[in-house]
C-alpha cells in the first residue's frame, strides 16, 4: 500500500495541477507507468507509479491544482481483495454542522470491493478473437460485412462501429467504378481495389505481337504498367516482381525506368533477385477473385493481385479486378492512391507503356 | 327494547338475511364443483349481526369489510347480479372480474371494498369518516372486521385515531370466537373484546349477534352518537361461523367440536328472527314464506346471470391500475 | 421570477394547491409546527382543519387518507423520514396501491405521500434509508424524485392533481439548494425525463441529488475532452425511457448513478431494460454508481464513504471508454 504524492519537480515548484489521470481506479499499474499529468510553472510533466499494485483511489480529481506533496493516489496491493477501506481512508473534510451538507462536499470518494481490480484486465487484447462492441455487430449485420476481415481501432484493438461502417463504406465505394483504399487497420497494411475493362491491353498485346512478331507476355506489360505507375506516384526507387506459376517471384530490381523490352526480356531470362521496398508484386494467379476474401502475406511487400471480376452477369470476361495490397513495407496510403489512378489510366490507355 | 320498525323494514331485513342464506349456499355449491375459483369465506350463522347492522345505515352511509365479504354488501342493499357474477370473475361482476370473492365492492351503496388483509379496513373506515366529514357530509362509515383482527396494529390505529378525532365511525367486531383455526381465548386476555374500547376511551357495547333486532338497536344507537359528532363506537356481535372458516378445505381441522357448532346452530339468526316476526310481529306464514322464496328466486337470478356473462378480455389485466 | 429554496418550492405548492382544490389537505406527525419549514403560513391560510397533526401511526395514519381519498378528498401525507414508510407497508401495497385495480376502477385514491430521505448526517442504519426502488416494483405507486427546486415545486404540484397515488422521495440534501422559480402557476408531467447537459461520449442518468454530482462529473470529464450527457428522469415511475434509450443510440455508454443501494436499484431496472431495449447501441457495458450493500454506521466519515460521489461517476465514465 502506497500514497502517492504530488512530486515537486523544481525548487520553486510550490504546487500543480492535475491535467489528466491515465488509470482509473481498481486498474492494475506496474511502477513507473504513467499515472497522470502535472502542470507546474507552464511545464507538463508525466508522473509515473511509484510502485505496482492496484489503483485503489484517486484524491485529486483532474483539474484541481494542490500543493505539493500532497496525496494525490493511493495504490494497493493486488492480492487485497475487499478490505480496503478501514484503516486508509483519509480523514474526510469535517462537516458544516447542523447545516444541510452539501453533496459536494461531503461525500467523501473511495475505492471499495465493487470496483474490482480483475475488471482492469478485462481491458485491451487478450490475444483471442479481438472483442465486438455491440454497435459494431449491428452494423455489421446491416451491411453485411464479415467481422472476420474488419480490424479493429477501438481500445485494445476491439472492433468498433466506425470500423466496420468504414469497410462497409469502401466496398461499396469500389463496387462502382474507381479504386477506393480499404483502410483495414492504422499501421497494419492496406487494400486497394480496381475494376478495368483489361480490353485496351489485350488489343495492344495482340497489336504488338503483329508488329513485333514478338509475343509480350501480359505480365510484362503490366510489370511496365506498374513502374510508370510507380513513377507517377513519387516512388522515387523501387523493385517489381512477378510471380511465377511456380509460385516464385522474379524481381526486377530498380525496375521504374526500365522499359517494356528490357522487362519482357529480363522476365523472361529468370533473374531471381532480392527484393527491397517499396516492391510491387505483380501477382497474375488469381482467376476467380471474391472480394470477401484476402490473400497475402501481410509482412510482405505490395501484391498487386489482378483477377478476374467474378460480379456482372454481362461479364464480357475482359473485365479484371485489381487488389492492391500494401504492408507496411510497401508504398503508403497516399502513394498508393496515386499509384492507383496512374494506373488506371495507364490501362485505359496503355499505348503509354511503351514510351 | 322497543322496535321502531315499520313493517316494511322488517321485511326487508328478513328478506336481506334470507338472500345472505341462500347466496351463500349457492356459492359454496358452486365452489365445489369447482366453478368458483380461490377462497370462498361464508357468513352462514352471521346474517343477524350483518344485516342488523347494514340496516342502521343510510344508502349512501360507508361501508368497509373483511374477506368473509359477501354478506356485507348483500346487508347493505347490493344488487346479487354483480355480485354474482365477480365470483365468477366475469366482466360484469361489480369489480369487472379483478377483485373475486374476498374483494367484493359496490360503490352505490356505499360498500367501499372489502379487503382482505385482516385488520386493513380498519382506518381506511375511519378515514371515509374523516373525508365525509371534511366535506360537510352528513356520513357516517361502518367497519366489519372479525374478531382476530383485533390482534393487529392496524386495529389499534385505526380506532384510535377516530376516537381522537371524534370521527363517525362504527367498529363492528364480529365475533365468532377463531381466528381460522385459532381460539380467541388463545391470543388474548380480553375476550369481550368491547372491553378494548375502554382504552381509546371510546364506548364498547356487546350484542348478541344472533338477534338481529338488538344488533340493529345497538348500531343505531352508535350511529346516533355518530351523527351527534360524539364519535366512534366499538360494538362487539357475539356470533357464530357455521361452515368451515373458508369452504371446501379438505378437512376437518377439529379445533370445534361438533357440540358447539350444534349448540349455536340452535340460535340460527333466521329462524329466531322468523320466530319474533310471526311471533311478535304478526308475519304470516305465506308472506314469511314469500319472502324465503323471493330470495331464492333472486339468487337464482343472479346465477343464471353470472352464468351467461361474458369473461373479461384479456387486457383487462392492465387497465385500472392507474386513472 | 423569484430564487427559493427545495423547501420552499415544497411548501409554496403545497399552499398554492391547497388554495387551488379544497379537497386538498396535510396529514402527517408533527405538521402543523412546520418542523421541516414546509407548511408555513399554512394554517394562518386555510386553518387548523385542512392540516392535521396524527398520532405515531404510520399505518393508521396512511389508511385514513386512503379513505378520506377514496370518498373524494386528497390527503398529501407528510412521513417524515422515508424509513417511516415502512411501519405502513401493508396499507400502501394492499390498500394504497391495489384499490383502484381491486375494485375494477370504483375506487379513486388521489393521495400523495412524502417522505424525505436523510443521510450522510449520522442518522444511522435505521434512520437512513433511501427505499423507492421497493416501491417501485409494486403497480399502483408513482414515484417522483426531484432533484431541484423547479422541478419539486413542478412535480408535486402534478401528484397533487394526480388521481392516482404518487410516493415523493425527496432529498434532504437538496433543502437550502436554490432554483429560479416562475411566479406564474405550472406543473411538469410525470413520465418527462430532463436531460440537464448535452454530450455525446456517454450517457449519465442520475436520480435525485445524485444529478449535482453527474454535473460536476461532466464538468470535469468536459475538461479531458470527454463529452457527457446527463438526465434527470424527474420520476421513476412512470420512467421516461425513450429519452434515455434515444440517449444511449446516441453516445454508446451509460453509467447510472442511483443514491439507493446497488442491488435492485432504480439503476439495476433501468440497467436491464437498456441491455435488452439497447443492447445494439451499447459500445460498453453499462456502469451503476450506487451506494454499497451495507447498512448505514453512525460514524459519518465511515458512512459517506458508501454514497455515490463525484470522483466515482467519474471512474465510471472512464470505464466506458476504457
Redo the contacts between chains.
Keep these: 500500500m502506497a500514497e502517492m504524492v504530488l512530486p515537486q519537480f523544481g525548487m520553486g515548484m510550490a504546487d500543480g495541477t492535475i491535467i ?2 491515465h488509470k ?3 486498474e492494475v499499474v506496474q511502477q513507473g507507468e504513467r499515472l497522470c499529468d502535472v502542470e507546474a510553472a507552464k511545464t507538463t510533466v508525466e508522473v509515473g507509479a511509484t510502485c505496482s499494485g492496484v489503483l485503489r483511489q ?1 484524491l485529486v ?3 484541481k491544482n494542490v500543493p505539493v506533496n500532497t496525496v494525490i493516489a493511493i495504490i494497493g496491493d493486488e492480492a487485497v481483495g475487499q478490505n480496503v ?1 478501514a484503516a486508509q ?1 483519509p ?2 473534510p469535517p ?1 458544516t454542522p447542523a ?6 462536499e ?10 474490482k481490480p480483475e ?1 482492469a484486465q478485462m ?1 485491451g487484447h487478450t490475444g483471442r478473437t479481438p472483442q465486438v ?3 459494431a ?2 452494423a455489421a449485420r446491416l451491411h453485411k460485412v464479415d467481422l472476420a476481415v474488419v480490424v479493429g481501432t ?2 485494445g484493438g476491439r472492433i ?2 466506425e470500423d466496420v461502417t468504414r469497410r462497409a463504406q469502401s466496398l461499396s465505394d469500389s463496387s462502382r467504378a474507381g479504386a477506393a483504399p480499404r483502410n483495414l487497420g492504422v499501421g497494419r497494411f492496406h487494400q486497394f481495389r480496381m475494376r478495368f475493362d483489361a480490353g485496351p491491353l489485350v488489343n495492344l498485346a495482340e497489336e504488338l505481337a503483329k508488329f513485333y512478331h514478338k509475343t509480350f507476355l501480359i505480365e510484362a506489360m503490366l510489370a511496365r504498367a506498374v513502374g510508370v505507375a510507380m513513377s507517377d506516384a513519387g516512388i522515387a526507387d523501387g523493385s517489381i516482381g512477378v510471380r511465377a506459376d511456380d509460385g516464385t517471384v522474379k524481381v526486377l530490381q530498380q525496375a521504374i525506368a526500365l522499359g517494356l523490352t528490357v522487362i519482357a526480356d529480363r522476365l523472361a531470362g529468370g533473374e531471381a533477385m532480392s527484393m527491397c521496398s517499396p516492391t510491387i508484386v505483380v501477382d497474375l494467379h488469381l482467376e476467380d477473385w471474391l472480394d470477401e476474401t484476402i490473400s497475402f502475406d501481410p509482412t510482405g511487400p505490395a501484391s498487386l493481385t489482378f483477377g478476374k471480376s467474378a460480379r456482372g452477369a454481362d461479364d464480357t470476361g475482359t473485365e479484371w479486378t485489381v487488389l492492391l495490397t500494401c504492408s507496411e513495407q510497401g508504398p503508403n496510403v497516399s502513394q498508393s492512391k496515386l499509384f492507383l489512378k496512374s494506373l488506371r489510366e495507364l490501362l485505359n490507355s496503355p499505348v503509354a507503356i511503351l514510351v | 327494547m322497543k322496535v321502531n320498525l315499520a313493517k316494511a323494514d322488517l321485511t326487508e331485513m328478513y328478506a336481506r338475511m334470507s338472500r345472505i342464506r341462500a347466496f351463500e349456499n349457492a356459492a359454496m355449491d358452486m365452489h365445489a364443483k369447482g366453478e368458483i375459483m380461490g377462497a370462498l369465506h361464508t357468513s352462514h350463522g352471521q346474517e343477524g349481526e350483518i344485516v342488523g347492522a347494514c340496516m342502521a345505515l343510510n344508502r349512501d352511509d ?1 361501508m ?1 369489510g373483511n374477506h368473509r365479504s359477501h354478506g356485507h354488501p348483500i346487508g347493505k342493499g347490493a344488487a346479487l347480479r354483480g355480485l354474482m357474477a365477480e365470483l365468477l370473475g366475469k366482466s360484469t ?7 373475486g370473492s374476498m ?1 367484493l ?3 352505490s351503496v356505499g360498500s ?2 372489502e ?1 382482505s ?1 385482516v385488520g ?13 366529514r ?2 360537510g357530509l352528513d ?1 357516517v ?1 361502518l367497519c366489519f372486521f372479525g374478531d382476530g383482527a383485533t390482534s393487529e ?2 386495529f ?3 380506532v ?2 377516530a376516537a ?2 371524534h370521527l363517525p365511525v362504527i367498529f363492528l367486531c364480529e365475533n365468532n370466537g377463531y381466528g381460522i383455526t385459532t381460539s380467541l381465548s388463545s391470543v388474548t386476555l380480553v375476550t369481550d373484546i368491547a372491553k378494548k374500547a375502554a382504552a381509546y376511551g371510546i364506548p364498547g357495547v356487546i350484542v348478541d349477534g344472533q338477534d338481529v333486532l338488538a344488533v340493529h338497536d345497538a348500531v343505531q344507537t352508535a350511529v346516533q352518537r355518530a351523527r351527534r359528532g360524539e364519535g366512534p363506537t366499538l360494538v362487539e356481535a357475539k356470533t357464530y361461523r357455521y361452515e368451515e372458516h373458508a369452504a371446501n378445505m379438505g378437512r376437518d381441522f377439529g379445533y370445534r367440536a361438533e357440540t358447539e357448532i350444534a349448540e349455536w346452530r340452535k340460535r340460527d339468526p333466521l329462524r329466531l328472527f322468523r320466530e319474533r316476526l310471526s311471533g311478535d310481529f304478526g308475519f304470516s306464514e305465506d308472506e314469511l314464506a314469500a319472502t324465503e322464496k323471493a330470495a331464492l328466486a333472486a339468487v337464482d337470478d343472479a346465477v343464471a346471470f353470472a352464468r351467461r356473462s361474458p369473461a373479461p378480455f384479456a387486457q383487462s389485466a392492465f ?5 | 421570477m423569484a430564487e427559493k429554496t427545495y423547501l420552499e418550492a415544497i411548501r409554496d405548492a403545497l399552499f398554492e394547491e391547497m388554495g387551488r382544490d379544497p ?1 386538498v ?1 396535510i396529514m402527517g406527525e408533527d405538521a402543523r409546527c412546520n418542523f421541516f419549514g414546509t407548511t408555513s403560513g399554512i394554517i394562518e391560510a386555510y386553518g387548523l ?1 385542512r392540516i ?1 397533526d ?2 405515531i ?1 404510520e ?15 386528497r390527503p398529501v401525507v407528510d412521513f417524515t423520514i422515508a424509513p417511516f414508510l415502512y ?1 405502513a407497508m ?2 400502501i401495497c ?2 394504497v396501491a391495489k ?10 385514491v388521489p393521495l400523495v405521500l412524502r417522505a424525505n430521505m436523510i443521510y ?2 449520522g442518522g444511522a442504519a435505521q434512520h437512513s434509508d433511501r427505499p423507492y426502488p421497493m416501491f417501485m416494483s409494486m ?2 405507486l ?1 414515484i417522483m424524485v426531484p432533484s431541484n427546486p423547479y422541478d419539486m415545486k413542478g412535480l408535486l404540484k402534478t401528484a397533487i392533481r ?3 397515488p404518487v410516493m415523493s422521495f425527496e432529498d ?5 439548494m436554490k432554483s429560479e422559480i416562475p411566479d406564474a402557476d405550472y406543473a411538469i408531467p410525470f413520465g418527462q425525463a430532463a436531460i440537464k447537459r448535452t454530450g455525446n461520449d456517454c450517457t449519465v442518468v442520475a436520480i435525485g ?1 445524485m444529478v ?2 453527474a454535473m ?1 462529473a461532466a464538468a ?1 470529464m468536459e ?2 475532452g470527454v463529452s457527457v450527457e446527463v438526465i434527470d428522469p424527474r420520476t421513476l415511475v412512470p420512467l421516461d425511457m425513450p429519452t434515455i434509450l434515444e440517449s444511449v443510440a446516441k453516445t ?1 455508454r451509460l453509467v447510472l448513478v442511483d443514491v439507493a443501494w ?1 442491488r435492485c436499484s432504480a439503476a439495476d431496472h433501468i440497467s436491464a431494460v437498456v441491455s435488452e431495449e439497447g ?6 457495458p453499462i456502469m451503476k454508481v450506487c451506494t ?1 450493500n451495507t447498512h448505514i454506521p453512525f460514524n ?3 458512512e ?9 461517476i ?2 465510471a465514465i ?2 466506458t ?2
Design positions: 489528466a489521470w482509473v481506479v481498481g484517486i480529481a483532474a483539474g477501506a481512508v480523514p474526510p462537516p447545516a444541510p451538507i452539501s453533496v459536494a461531503a461525500l467523501v470518494p473511495i475505492a471499495i470491493a465493487s470496483e475488471a481491458r462492441e455491440p454497435r455487430r449491428r477501438g481500445p468498433v462501429e | 360507508y368497509v361482476g361489480v369489480c369487472g372480474g379483478k377483485g374483494h365492492a359496490d360503490f367501499l371494498g379487503t388483509i386493513s379496513g380498519i382506518p381506511v373506515a375511519a378515514g371515509a369518516a374523516l373525508g365525509a371534511m366535506q356520513r362509515s396494529g392496524a389499534h390505529e385505526g384510535n385515531m381522537v378525532w387497465t385500472d391500475v392507474f386513472a | 379537497a389537505f382543519e392535521l396524527c398520532p401511526a399505518a393508521g395514519i396512511t389508511g385514513v387518507a386512503a379513505g378520506a381519498a377514496m370518498v373524494g378528498m411501519p401493508d396499507q394492499s390498500i384499490s383502484r385495480y381491486l375494485y375494477g376502477g370504483q375506487a379513486k450522510g448526517n403497480p399502483g408513482k394526480d388521481d392516482d434532504a440534501n437538496l433543502w437550502s441529488a449535482t454530482l460536476e470535469l475538461a479531458e454508446g446497488e443492447f445494439w447501441d451499447l459500445r460498453a454499497e459519518t466519515a465511515v459517506r464513504q458508501l454514497y455515490p460521489s463525484c470522483d466515482r467519474v471512474a472512464r470505464k471508454l476504457a
